[in-house]
């Protein structure tokens, strides 16, 4: 197998890992969890659903541990076709957002020790308790807010380098760029006017199988590799 070609498939395999990961922490945690609005009874389903939300907060961290292989996994894929946008690939990708899943763990761990109750926390009464929770939870929300600019700015870089490749397609290249307009402005909409947040994703969704069809690209095709022309004798 080619060098090339095994990088892909690495990537590939990196990128479906997080896929999987990442909808338990951002999408069934908090569903399964949170009660708009209630801090008391979004204490109690932590403190009745513990385990998952342990798994949640697991989730970050493999996921930010995942995040940072695969992006080193594209540079090496990426640095013989332009080693300085790979390099912009890493620090926007690995070494900015990864520090955010990091961070954003704790947000959770923070909230479950408050509904824990533990005893240096006896000054609080359990409303207290249940509130500073809840905000920790919304701080976790909106870190993940914060990270979809990165989300998307990162993929510019990736979808350059994808178009320039040669090995990849073309169409590929376009539709992670597309994406990384997409993810900046759900997240200043998010910030800025959240009530628009659903409706902005709505409409943007197809925009954001772009990551889902490079990794199945990579997966499964992997890198097609030109045989070098033969010179004419």
């Given at each position: 197998?080619?060098?090339?070609?095994?990088?892909?498939?690495?990537?590939?395999?990196?990128?479906?890992?997080?896929?999987?990961?990442?909808?338990?922490?951002?999408?069934?945690?908090?569903?399964?969890?949170?009660?708009?609005?209630?801090?008391?009874?979004?204490?109690?389903?932590?403190?009745?659903?513990?385990?998952?939300?342990?798994?949640?907060?697991?989730?970050?961290?493999?996921?930010?541990?995942?995040?940072?292989?695969?992006?080193?996994?594209?540079?090496?894929?990426?640095?013989?076709?332009?080693q300085d946008l790979a390099a912009m690939l890493v620090v926007l990708g690995g070494l900015m957002q990864t520090p955010i899943y990091f961070l954003n763990s704790?947000?959770?761990?923070?909230?479950?020790?408050?509904?824990?109750?533990?005893?240096?926390?006896?000054?609080?009464?359990?409303?207290?308790?249940?509130?500073?929770?809840?905000?920790?939870?919304?701080?976790?929300?909106?870190?993940?807010?914060?990270?979809?600019?990165?989300?998307?700015?990162?993929?510019?870089?990736?979808?350059?380098?994808?178009?320039?490749s040669g090995f990849l397609p073309r169409f590929l290249g376009i539709w992670l760029i597309a994406e990384g307009f997409a993810w900046?402005?759900?997240?200043?909409?998010?910030?800025?006017?959240?009530?628009?947040?659903?409706?902005?994703?709505?409409?943007?969704?197809?925009?954001?199988?772009?990551?889902?069809?490079?990794?199945?690209?990579?997966?499964?095709?992997?890198?097609?590799?030109?045989?070098?022309?033969?010179?004419?004798?």
């Amino acid at each position: 197998m080619h060098p090339i070609d095994k990088a892909a498939r690495i990537a590939g395999v990196l990128y479906l890992l997080l896929i999987a990961i990442g909808p338990f922490s951002l999408i069934y945690v908090p569903n399964t969890i949170i009660v708009s609005d209630n801090a008391a009874a979004t204490a109690a389903h932590i403190l009745a659903h513990e385990t998952v939300f342990r798994l949640g907060i697991l989730g970050d961290l493999v996921s930010g541990t995942v995040f940072l292989f695969l992006v080193f996994a594209l540079y090496r894929l990426f640095k013989s076709v332009d080693q300085d946008l790979a390099a912009m690939l890493v620090v926007l990708g690995g070494l900015m957002q990864t520090p955010i899943y990091f961070l954003n763990s704790l947000n959770w761990i923070a909230a479950l020790t408050l509904v824990n109750g533990s005893d240096y926390l006896g000054v609080f009464s359990k409303a207290q308790l249940d509130a500073l929770a809840m905000l920790f939870i919304h701080l976790h929300s909106q870190g993940n807010v914060v990270s979809l600019i990165f989300a998307g700015l990162w993929l510019f870089p990736f979808g350059i380098l994808v178009i320039r490749s040669g090995f990849l397609p073309r169409f590929l290249g376009i539709w992670l760029i597309a994406e990384g307009f997409a993810w900046p402005i759900l997240s200043l909409t998010g910030l800025f006017a959240p009530q628009y947040q659903d409706t902005v994703f709505t409409y943007s969704q197809p925009l954001f199988f772009a990551e889902i069809a490079i990794m199945l690209w990579m997966l499964i095709m992997g890198a097609k590799i030109r045989p070098p022309a033969i010179a004419a004798t």
